[in-house]
């Protein structure tokens, strides 16, 4: 990819939501590409319209880079148990238009037909005009931790800043609501003279079907896991260690 053809959706914007929902009463069959957050969240969104879909991405499990093992594999069963295909350890090659549909063709030869695509693959931040202005970039736009950038006068908050956590000691760019949120308010408190500190720990969460899970911190599958709770359904409390923390 990129295709431009109102069948496919790079989910990342308001107008994405929008270009889908208003094509979805002509499809019924949807290719999702990406197994992460958006991607499974999308699947169980477009299921409960009464689609078909199927997922297509490159892990051995849904959520394998940031879910413990166990909990991987049994989020994949339980997305197949809902009805979706899983085409696991794949990955999309090409896009071909076919009758009033797409053909989706895959890394091992497969094609499959579909009536519209939807790529929940993440975003990358647009730090172009920041860039031009001569502000610091890498991965987003770097502050301190009043939230300002190397420009006194310029702040920068939410999806595109880069900040340093406490908590986890590194430099960090998160991608959810209660970041930015919380960061949004306390960049608005500083424009106006507060000087806080940034050293909040975001939490995030998703809602998959009649499951769900909150977390907060450094949330990575290739981490030591420690947990209370045997599966998916068993309401639980896990926690990734690295370095023994």
């Given at each position: 990819?990129?295709?431009?053809?109102?069948?496919?959706?790079?989910?990342?914007?308001?107008?994405?939501?929008?270009?889908?929902?208003?094509?979805?009463?002509?499809?019924?069959?949807?290719?999702?590409?990406?197994?992460?957050?958006?991607?499974?969240?999308?699947?169980?969104?477009?299921?409960?319209?009464?689609?078909?879909?199927?997922?297509?991405?490159?892990?051995?499990?849904?959520?394998?880079?940031?879910?413990?093992?166990?909990?991987?594999?049994?989020?994949?069963?339980?997305?197949?148990?809902?009805?979706?295909?899983?085409?696991?350890?794949?990955?999309?090659?090409?896009?071909?238009?076919?009758?009033?549909?797409?053909?989706?063709?895959?890394?091992?030869?497969?094609?499959?037909?579909?009536?519209?695509?939807?790529?929940?693959?993440?975003?990358?931040?647009?730090?172009?005009?920041?860039?031009?202005?001569g502000l610091k970039v890498d991965?987003?736009?770097?502050?301190?931790?009043?939230?300002?950038?190397?420009?006194?006068?310029?702040?920068?908050?939410?999806?595109?800043?880069?900040?340093?956590?406490?908590?986890?000691?590194?430099?960090?760019?998160?991608?959810?609501?209660?970041?930015?949120?919380?960061m949004g308010r306390t960049a608005?408190?500083?424009?106006?003279?507060?000087?806080?500190?940034?050293?909040?720990?975001?939490?995030?969460?998703?809602?998959?079907?009649?499951?769900?899970?909150?977390?907060?911190?450094?949330?990575?599958?290739?981490l030591e896991t420690v947990g209370?709770?045997?599966?998916?359904?068993?309401?639980?409390?896990?926690?990734?260690?690295?370095?023994?923390?």
């Open positions: 990819m990129p295709f431009v053809d109102d069948s496919v959706v790079y989910y990342r914007t308001l107008a994405d939501y929008r270009k889908l929902l208003a094509g979805m009463d002509s499809k019924q069959h949807y290719a999702i590409v990406g197994g992460g957050f958006i991607g499974s969240e999308m699947a169980a969104a477009l299921v409960g319209h009464g689609k078909t879909v199927t997922m297509i991405y490159p892990g051995d499990a849904l959520g394998a880079r940031v879910f413990p093992g166990q909990l991987a594999r049994q989020l994949s069963s339980y997305y197949r148990e809902q009805g979706i295909t899983l085409l696991e350890g794949r990955k999309l090659t090409k896009l071909a238009a076919a009758g009033n549909g797409l053909s989706v063709h895959l890394d091992n030869g497969d094609i499959l037909e579909a009536d519209g695509v939807v790529a929940g693959i993440g975003i990358e931040p647009d730090t172009g005009l920041a860039e031009m202005a991965n987003g736009i770097v502050v301190d931790p009043q939230l300002r950038t190397g420009d006194d006068a310029i702040y920068a908050a939410g999806d595109v800043a880069n900040f340093y956590s406490p908590a986890l000691n590194r430099r960090q760019r998160v991608e959810h609501e209660d970041n930015a949120l919380t608005g408190r500083n424009m106006a003279g507060a000087e806080e500190v940034y050293d909040h720990l975001p939490f995030f969460y998703s809602d998959l079907f009649d499951v769900g899970y909150e977390a907060v911190g450094d949330l990575d599958g290739s209370i709770g045997d599966g998916l359904h068993d309401p639980g409390l896990w926690a990734c260690l690295r370095d023994g923390q």
